[in-house]
């Protein structure tokens, strides 16, 4: 075969050797005599036995092979016509815009990369998949050698997946772990990472932390599939089992629930290309990726899946994010609200903050000690935001009013909300007054609430939040004024507590000159505190539910104690 | 090694419970109930102790004459049970205790699981994997 294809004369499997090879691979197995003539009858597609693998031919050959037979005739035809074009295959190459994509990796035999082959093998790959979603559940062991017989899908991608195919079984041997890579539907695209990234980033702004378990749960539960189901897709994803996701770990979530909720069975175990390690890689490697997979799915119609599946997450994301800023917010800031009373409860937890941290930061650090682990998260986010703030705010609050702080510190914020710095500013005008928060401590939670929903309005609010509760709201603050920066001195209007009228009287002048703006801020601003609210005093109840408890244990310890002590004093 | 391992909560109900497949099921399950009675006993025993790794771990709970049960309770008076066989001979209390810490590690990571609700019956797979690979252990 080799010599007939014409390899052995150029000394290399060109793309067209490689296309006659694999014909007259097929020719032979289906037992027609090895000619250059078999290549123009209609053959069956060549079946490769996966070495490593279980070596099963695919049960999705047979399915996909009705629909390549169509398309086989138009292959040999073409095939034919690269015979002739023999000696111009960079020619060929070019002519073929559907190649254009695939026609470096190829180009360059000896430097296949199988990345990007893979990538574009996936891309073919989910071309077929709308024909057959059947092979799928078997899809991971079975990738290779699923090549050949989904190749079928189109006489181009025939003969992308015949290179590509060819490159596989070549390369099987010499590198281990590419079985990997071709698993399309559990590889992330370029476009896809990006909408996960973002919504990394709306339930936690520093891309380099962790989103805790109970945000990932209210956000992932809005996906509306089963609570197992969830618990399974987390048990995958997170890899470190700490409780918290990291990027890469929930890019890996986000898109099993998409491909979930697209009809794809979960996957045994996490698939390679969904691995934190892999994820983290391949991150700072966009580039290649892109014009791989903008300029393929332009080219080639086929390709419907993976734009379905980006338009239906895409969609399903929107369902999800309908209403996300706010109740994220507001899940953020039941935490914060958690870490906040906790953090007056205990004072204690800020002498534990820097050890903790250091813990959290690390990714793979486990805070199993910690019955919290949001809280740790927190503190960790709050840390890793804090080290370059800390040092101005006691002084930039001190002994001024609040009010002018808010003017100079929305200003400079403002450019500071996009730089991705927290912006001390904006948290900080509260922190030096303890006897303001002492007053309110207790009020502290619904204003600090009522700060973190109406984004504009955290300027008065804030000042009465306790130093330790500032950072954690300072992500969605920020975010918030990201979205309403023209809206920024118009909420404090809406603020509540007293020390704060005193700064939106002296916000009102300014306030007033946006009025149009104003009134739809407010109104979202007044409808967030309410559901803040809401929420605020749900888990009010709840923990004076869990005090009561608590104490009640407290005293039956302590009577047991009682009963216990005459015994050991006779 | 181990025929049946069973998970049980604070309120004694069983979260997990799995037997090596070729064996009578019930009969585990009743010695895993009786057991109990025997955790309950050394737990009150403990008293004030510290909590402890030493202490988590309860040791032989009862022989009886195939099977030895083993016991060992967390923080949160999550009770593991292990019936081990009798006629694997010198199983020391090292193993036993190692086995112990997979588990607890193992319902660690349950537990971290933000879908799981405590007192639920454990479903994860990763789980059922790390007890199953305890049970066909030595066999």
Request: glycine share 4%; net charge neutral; aromatic share 8%.
């Amino acid at each position: 075969i080799t010599e007939l294809c014409g390899a052995k004369r150029v000394g290399y499997f060109g793309p067209t050797q490689f296309y006659i090879a694999l014909k007259l691979i097929a020719a032979a197995q289906s037992g027609l005599p090895v000619r250059i003539e078999s290549i123009k009858c209609e053959l069956p597609l060549p079946r490769f036995m996966m070495s490593k693998n279980d070596g099963e031919i695919r049960f999705g050959n047979p399915a996909e092979l009705h629909g390549a037979k169509v398309q086989i005739p138009y292959l040999t035809t073409e095939k034919n016509s690269f015979k002739r074009m023999d000696d111009e295959d960079k020619q060929q190459e070019t002519q073929s815009p559907t190649m254009s994509p695939l026609a470096s990796p190829p180009s360059s035999p000896p430097h296949y990369q199988r990345v990007p082959l893979s990538h574009g093998y996936s891309k073919l790959r989910s071309g077929t998949e709308q024909m057959h979603p059947a092979p799928y559940e078997a899809r991971q062991p079975l990738v290779q050698t699923e090549g050949p017989s989904s190749g079928g899908a189109g006489p181009k991608p025939l003969r992308h997946q015949a290179s590509l195919i060819r490159s596989f079984s070549v390369e099987r041997e010499l590198q281990d772990n590419s079985s990997g890579y071709p698993d399309e539907p559990w590889r992330i695209t370029a476009e896809q990472r990006e909408y996960y990234v973002n919504q990394f980033r709306s339930l936690q702004p520093d891309p380099s932390s962790f989103i805790s378990g109970s945000v990932a749960k209210n956000f992932f539960t809005k996906s509306k599939l089963s609570i197992p189901e969830l618990s399974y897709i987390w048990e995958l994803s997170d890899a470190d089992c700490d409780g918290a996701l990291t990027l890469p770990e929930f890019c890996a979530a986000f898109h099993l629930i998409v491909a979930r909720k697209n009809g794809y069975p979960l996957p045994e175990g996490l698939p390679p290309t969904l691995q934190p390690e892999y994820l983290q890689a391949a991150f700072p490697k966009p580039k290649w990726e892109c014009p791989l997979f903008d300029s393929y799915s332009e080219t080639l119609p086929a390709n419907q899946q993976p734009r379905d599946l980006n338009r239906i997450e895409k969609t399903s994301i929107k369902d999800m994010a309908d209403f996300p800023v706010p109740t994220q917010d507001v899940t953020g800031d039941d935490k914060q609200v958690l870490k906040s009373t906790t953090n007056e409860a205990l004072p204690k937890d800020v002498s534990e903050d820097p050890a903790t941290p250091k813990d959290s930061n690390n990714l793979k650090a486990r805070p199993r000690s910690r019955s919290y682990s949001s809280t740790s998260i927190e503190e960790a986010m709050k840390r890793g935001e804090d080290p370059p703030t800390p040092p101005p705010r006691p002084q930039k609050t001190h002994s001024r009013a609040a009010s002018l702080d808010l003017n100079k510190v929305f200003q400079p914020s403002v450019p500071a909300t996009k730089s991705g710095l927290l912006p001390p500013p904006p948290a900080l005008p509260p922190r030096p007054c303890p006897s303001q928060s002492e007053q309110v401590s207790e009020a502290d939670i619904l204003p600090q609430l009522n700060r973190a929903p109406s984004q504009a309005a955290e300027g008065s609010p804030a000042k009465k939040d306790t130093p330790y509760s500032q950072p954690p709201s300072k992500p969605i603050r920020r975010k918030f004024r990201s979205e309403h920066q023209t809206a920024e001195n118009h909420e404090p209007s809406t603020t509540v507590s007293g020390p704060a009228s005193v700064a939106t009287v002296k916000l009102h002048p300014t306030v007033q000159k946006q009025s149009s703006k104003q009134k739809k801020a407010i109104q979202t601003a007044i409808r967030k505190n309410k559901e803040a609210n809401a929420v605020l005093a749900r888990l009010n109840s709840e923990l004076q539910q869990q005090l009561k408890e608590v104490h009640q244990e407290r005293i039956a310890l302590e009577n047991q104690l009682e009963q216990l002590r005459p015994v050991t004093v006779l | 090694m181990a025929v049946c391992i069973a998970v049980i909560a604070k309120e004694n109900y069983p979260l997990y419970i799995r037997s090596a497949p070729t064996e009578n099921e019930l009969k585990f399950h009743y010695m895993v109930h009786t057991s109990l009675d025997v955790v309950d006993e050394k737990i009150s025993a403990m008293g004030k102790a510290l909590v402890d790794q030493r202490e988590l771990y309860l040791g032989l709970l009862y022989p009886t004459e195939d099977y030895k049960v083993y016991g060992y309770v967390t923080n949160s008076k999550v009770k593991f049970v292990m019936v081990v066989d009798s006629s694997n001979t010198a199983l020391r209390d090292n193993e036993i205790r190692s086995m112990f810490r997979k588990l607890h590690n193992s319902y660690t990571d349950v537990m971290c699981n933000p879908f799981y609700n405590p007192g639920d019956r454990i479903q994860s797979r990763a789980f059922d994997n790390m007890v199953m690979s305890m049970m066909v252990q030595v066999c």
